[in-house]
């Protein structure tokens, strides 16, 4: 019965993880076509203001907004990739007791899936307030702008998740894999 249990856990774990996939996919292709546009509209200025010295207005205006969205997505990614910043106190592999471990191992995923939280909650209000504000040179709704802080945010909660489930299963195999060895003495 118990076997059961770990098959479907592990079934959802990978239904999960190719979800994680998709979106990890899907995000960094966004992220780096606003990164192209971002470099396009900062070409377009310098070679306006420097070059023809009749600056395009709009640009920098523009360029703010792309930045806003590109480093967005930037850290959304390197939270599912693990590059973001993190304090370890404790290196994991020299803790003896499995439990313990795994619970230090949670705890920055849990901290910055409370952040990210925070993120979705105060950037969904933000895009609330800003519904109708308007860009002053380029005229876009400030509603597109922000909503890159919740998109950014829900998608590291999903990368958080997927990390705590893989520490999670993982530390199962481990304890198994050691009663095993344990029966075996």
Avoid at 13 to 19: A, G, H, Q, S, V
Avoid at 112 to 135: C, D, H, N, P, W
């Amino acid at each position: 019965m118990n076997k059961g249990i770990t098959t479907k856990t592990q079934k959802f774990f990978d239904y999960f993880t190719t979800l994680k996939d998709i979106v990890f996919w899907v995000q960094g292709w966004i992220g780096l076509l606003l990164f192209i546009a971002l470099t396009s509209v900062i070409s377009l200025q310098v070679a306006t203001r420097y070059i023809f010295h009749n600056p395009v207005l709009w640009t920098e205006e523009v360029a703010r907004y792309l930045f806003l969205w590109v480093v967005m997505m930037g850290a959304a990614l390197s939270v599912n990739t693990e590059r973001h910043f993190a304090i370890e106190f404790f290196e994991y592999k020299k803790v003896k007791n499995i439990s313990f471990r795994k619970v230090l191992m949670l705890v920055p995923h849990v901290s910055f899936t409370i952040l990210a939280l925070i993120m979705v909650i105060l950037g969904t209000q933000y895009v609330e307030m800003s519904k109708l504000r308007m860009g002053q040179l380029a005229h876009i709704n400030m509603k597109f702008v922000f909503v890159a802080i919740p998109i950014s945010g829900v998608t590291m909660i999903l990368y958080c998740m997927h990390h705590m489930m893989r520490i999670l299963l993982q530390q199962e195999k481990a304890q198994d894999d050691e009663a095993v060895k344990t029966r075996e003495n």
